[in-house]
């Protein structure tokens, strides 16, 4: 039987979780299915358990559900754990086992496909919700210089540093109206105000010479990206991270790792 996977979120129609991994089972040659999986905002447990039931092998979870996720799980591995959410589910030996695959995907991709050191960079985060939760240890792991949190409730932003003071990277935490005159090598766009073509107000001079704005938001142009163009610095946005934290699903479910840099080409060409 061909071992059956999904994507679980609210909104999922736009989701192209299906077509990623269905271009790593023909790179790779393994057979599987891979559906949408649209679960009521009050009812994640009970459509996953359903799926699972049915033989569904794993799932990745995206929007509004990774919270839900986290507290689903049998098993946490030690990413997830310091996320606090899950984005991927293994369900193997009679056990439910909670993933997360974000911050990798995030290193990955500025690292390998974007050629971006973090080491001794300072980087800025706007937001402090579950991605930069998820992104978060694996970004220290990279040995930044810095990393600076903004967002428009300080105590959100204080809270989520106070969680990873156990490092020895500088860590703080700022609010958005707070106009300082550091420059950061990395600004990375964490908000979800891209899909409402906004962005958190930055000052003009917040980007270093040699910098890199990172829209984690994928498949359009948003107002942040508009905003570091004409300060002169490069951009990219979340295809990378969303093939590469894909990529590390896979693996894990498969047990084969696919080569990203096709299906990221693909995807871009078609935007």
Known sequence: MTDRYAVVGNPVAHSLSPEIHSAFARQ????????????????FSSTVAQFRDGGGKGVNVTVPFK??????????TPAAIDAQAVNTLDFRDGKIVGYNT???GLVTDLERNLEFSIRGKRVLIMGAGGATCGVMQPLINAHP???VIANRTLEKAMSLVARFKKSDIKLSAKAYDVRSATQFDLVINATSAGLRDEMPPLPDRVFAVGALAYEMVYGRQTPFMDFAQTCGVQTADG???LVEQAAEAFWIWRGVRPDTRLVIAHLKARD
């Open 145 to 147: 210089e810095s990393v």
């Open 102 to 104: 974000d911050g990798i």
């Open 239 to 241: 295809h990378g991270m």
């Open 28 to 43: 790779t040659g393994q057979q599987i299915e891979y559906v949408k999986l649209p679960a009521p905002l009050e009812a």
């Open 67 to 76: 919270f839900d996720a986290f507290k689903f799980c049998d098993q946490l």
